[in-house]
């Protein structure tokens, strides 16, 4: 088992500065943690990522910076050299609710549950390390979640709160040290739905690095982009750069 856990924080002030700003404190908490089973030809991988972040900026209030919530479970029998025959499980969603702050009223755009996100589906998989994944899974099942607050959006019809695909979907986790001190993790999720448009194909990638100051203190710069039609027209992009305090469990 291991578990990194880390708090970024962010802080402005401006006193008397004539170019303007808005006094600013942000901080987010970050929660990794991998707990993974091998015993014989068996491999049973188990990975938690989940954060929240909140910013306060002088006379906007407390809006939402970060909130996720993501589980990925892949159990593989192992079947010659690097390939094992494998069932994978995702589930993913958001602890609160969200807005859209650029219309006045702000608007609810997401809550918990809404949307929520299931998949699973059997398949192979490549791997080399605990670093270094590939999982290939070609029918996989897919199913988005919605309140009747949001019904009509994120693929789900209007009246409906489920809406249920069937498609490909490849993995891949990629994690290595490039330099002393500095490691980049790299994952990558690619979906395809035979039953609706299948040349759209939904792309979830995040790429962080991690510069070690010391045992507790580092530097982290992530960088999330999703592409996903159902959720909006555009490319999804969020980066993140702080200095962190972290914490690391590991238990064999």
């Known amino acids: 088992m291991t578990g990194v856990f880390t708090f970024l924080f962010n802080q402005s002030s401006f006193t008397n500065w004539s170019s303007g700003g808005d006094n600013t404190i942000a901080g987010t908490f970050l929660i990794n943690y991998d707990f993974n089973y091998k015993k014989g030809s068996w491999n049973w991988d188990n990975r938690l990522i989940t954060s929240y972040g909140l910013s306060n900026v002088q006379g906007q209030g407390n809006r939402k910076t970060g909130d996720r919530f993501e589980y990925n479970s892949l159990l593989g029998k192992k079947s010659n050299n690097n390939w094992f025959f494998s069932f ?13 702050y650029k219309k006045t009223p702000k ?13 699973f589906g059997p398949g192979m998989l490549w791997k080399k390390s605990d670093k270094m994944t590939i999982n290939i899974a070609p029918a996989t099942s897919k199913f988005t979640f919605v309140s009747d607050e949001f019904s009509g959006k994120y693929g789900v019809e ?7 695909g069937l498609g490909f979907n490849l993995s891949g986790y990629f994690k290595f040290l490039l330099i002393e001190n500095v490691t980049m993790e790299n994952i990558l999720s690619m979906y395809s739905d035979y039953l609706n448009k299948p040349g759209n194909v939904d792309i979830d990638y995040q790429m962080n690095y991690l510069i070690n100051v010391n045992k507790y203190m580092n530097m982290r710069v992530a960088l999330h982009m999703l592409i996903d039609d159902n959720a909006s027209s555009k490319i999804q992009i969020k980066e993140i750069f702080g200095l962190g305090v972290t914490y690391t469990f590991h238990k064999k």
Do not use: C, H, W
């Not at 549950?113 to 299931?118: D, T, V």
């Open 88 to 100: 994978f499980m995702n589930f993913k969603t958001q602890y609160s609710r969200g807005f859209d």
């Open 158 to 164: 209007e009246g409906e709160n489920t809406n249920v």
């Open 107 to 119: 608007v609810p755009i997401s809550d918990f549950m809404a949307p929520g996100y299931l998949s």
